[in-house]
């Protein structure tokens, strides 16, 4: 009996320790959470500017879904399209003895939000500058929603939705 009580009061000297470590573990996980979500997403611009059709895949789950303005491309094969479409576009205009089409992203105030322990948003405004008439001139300007899912301990794009601003 005494061996129990001994137990039972410990439990109770221990309980209000206990709370705020999980606590600070939770505080830990999110911060790590965020910096990889955010390691995410720089890689995504990264790669799409740099034309790296293999790195940009990388970022988003097999059954992934990006959607721009009503467009839908979906899966690794179609998603990799985005990079080798304009990959083919530039060597077309090389062959015209034109100058290649390069993007350049510009991402700012983004948010990151928890939906669920293993899902998150992504929100942000973009704009792309690109090279004409040897000036920097802004491509196109919009905002874009990332739905992210934690797969097999890494963060990764599940559905973007894009939108460009036409007016």
């Known amino acids: ?17 206990v709370s705020p470590l999980a606590h600070s573990r939770d505080i830990q ?14 890689k995504y611009i ?13 970022v988003f ?24 479409g304009q990959i083919e576009r530039n060597a077309d205009n090389k062959a015209k003895g034109l ?16 939906t669920g322990k ?5 929100q942000s405004y973009w704009q792309t500058l690109r090279r004409k008439d040897n000036q920097m001139v802004v491509g196109g300007i919009g905002r874009s929603e990332d739905h992210l899912v934690r797969s097999h301990g890494q963060w990764l794009i599940k559905f973007r939705k894009l939108t460009v601003f036409t007016e």
Do not use: Q
Not at 2 to 12: F, Q
Not at 29 to 42: C, S
Not at 99 to 109: A, E, G, S
């Open 1 to 17: 009996m005494r061996t129990l009580t001994a137990l039972a009061l410990a439990a109770l000297l221990i309980s209000p320790l």
């Open 29 to 42: 996980r999110e911060l790590e959470d965020r910096v990889e979500i955010a390691d995410v997403m720089a």
């Open 46 to 58: 990264w790669t799409v500017d740099s034309l790296d059709a293999d790195g940009y895949v990388s």
């Open 61 to 84: 789950t097999d059954d992934a879904v990006i959607d721009s303005n009503g467009t839908l491309i979906k899966g690794h094969d179609e998603i990799r399209k985005v990079v080798t």
């Open 99 to 114: 100058p290649p089409v390069r993007l350049y992203h510009n991402v700012f105030n983004t948010r990151i939000s928890f």
């Open 118 to 122: 293993d899902e998150a948003l992504y």
